[in-house]
């Protein structure tokens, strides 16, 4: 049986999602994989709102999407969070 959990798929297929930048109000393309992005019009940074999934609680979470995914997501939450 090959079992794949719902809420690892937008980190396993990443897909892309428009955020209003705050500064400008430009749409900024971030991908679901990703916490935040250069706005293409004011060059700052838009972040996401966070929110958690299922790789900030699921102890199988680095083995469901693989330890460089796993590895990155947290670095790049760590990094909003500092």
């Known amino acids: 049986m090959n ?5 690892s798929q937008s ?10 930048c705050p500064f400008c109000g430009e749409d900024t393309e971030i991908w679901s994989d990703e916490i935040s992005a250069t706005c293409p019009k004011c060059k700052k940074t838009v972040f996401k709102k966070p929110t958690q999934c299922c790789l900030d609680w699921c102890k199988y979470a680095k083995d469901c999407v693989g330890p460089e995914i796993y590895n990155k997501y947290m670095k790049n939450k760590k990094n909003v969070i500092e």
């Open 3 to 7: 079992f794949n959990c719902p809420g």
């Open 11 to 20: 980190f396993k297929q990443p897909r892309p999602e428009n955020i209003r």
